[in-house]
């Protein structure tokens, strides 16, 4: 299995209060991503990194900023939590972002905003 | 735009029984194709990719897919289902030069019948 960790795994927060995800991988893989996970919708991808202090927006950024000041960490926050972002979490890693390669999955972060 | 289309969000079949689960896909450039497994409360784990040559691929746990350009379809099968094969499965579409960002459809619940 790829060296992936998230934390934390599970969080409970309040609307309006900041939230941050951590990501961590031993790979030493060049790209990391941030998807969220919905019934009905699949996987999600919120923002992405294609290098150390590189990152660009996905499909459903609003409301999500990111940080990589470090190969092996990946942060997503969420500036002030929404009851719409209550969702789990999954962050993955890929060696290339050529397309072909394929992408290494965490086990996930499930928050729930009340 | 890249889409995935999973027809039928769940899927039911008896032990021993055919899995077919169907992908179609659009894409304007040839794409690159995967089929991803999530057992439950854990992240997601490649099953097979497509990338080019051979339209067949075989993957892990007795799965293989087809690549069927003119029907733009993935579909996934797997001779006879164990018990062991009901997760949820996602097929998936890359281009190249996109940072290797992964569209996925919206997932397929299998379910295994003893």
């Known amino acids: 299995d790829a060296g992936i960790t998230q934390s934390p795994r599970h969080k409970v927060t309040e609307t309006g209060t900041p939230v941050t995800l951590r990501c961590h991988q031993t790979?030493?893989?060049?790209?990391m991503y941030w998807y969220r996970q919905d019934p009905g919708h699949g996987l999600r991808l919120i923002h992405y990194?294609?290098?150390?202090?590189?990152?660009d927006k996905g499909e459903v950024s609003d409301g999500y900023s990111v940080s990589r000041s470090k190969t092996e960490d990946f942060l997503l926050t969420l500036e002030s939590a929404t009851s719409s972002q209550t969702s789990v979490y999954f962050c993955?890693?890929?060696?290339?972002?050529?397309?072909?390669?394929?992408?290494?999955f965490g086990p996930g972060t499930r928050l729930t905003v009340t | 735009a890249q889409s995935v289309t999973q027809l039928g969000s769940h899927v039911s079949v008896s032990e021993g029984a055919l899995v077919l689960l169907r992908c179609n896909y659009s894409?304007?450039?040839?794409?690159?194709l995967f089929w991803y497994v999530q057992y439950p409360n854990q992240g997601l784990q490649l099953l097979l990719k497509?990338?080019?040559?051979?339209?067949l691929v075989k993957g892990i746990n007795g799965f293989e897919a087809e690549f069927k350009k003119s029907e733009t379809s993935f579909h996934l099968t797997k001779p006879s289902a164990h018990m062991s094969d009901a997760a949820e499965y996602f097929c998936?579409?890359?281009?190249?030069?996109?940072?290797?960002?992964?569209?996925f459809g919206q997932g397929t619940e299998l379910s295994v019948k003893p």
């Open positions: 993955a890693i890929s060696e290339l972002g050529g397309g072909a390669r394929e992408q290494y």
């Open positions: 790979e030493n893989h060049r790209y």
């Open positions: 990194s294609y290098g150390v202090k590189d990152t």
């Open positions: 894409s304007s450039v040839p794409p690159y």
């Open positions: 497509y990338t080019t040559g051979a339209t």
């Open positions: 998936a579409v890359s281009e190249n030069n996109q940072g290797g960002k992964l569209i």
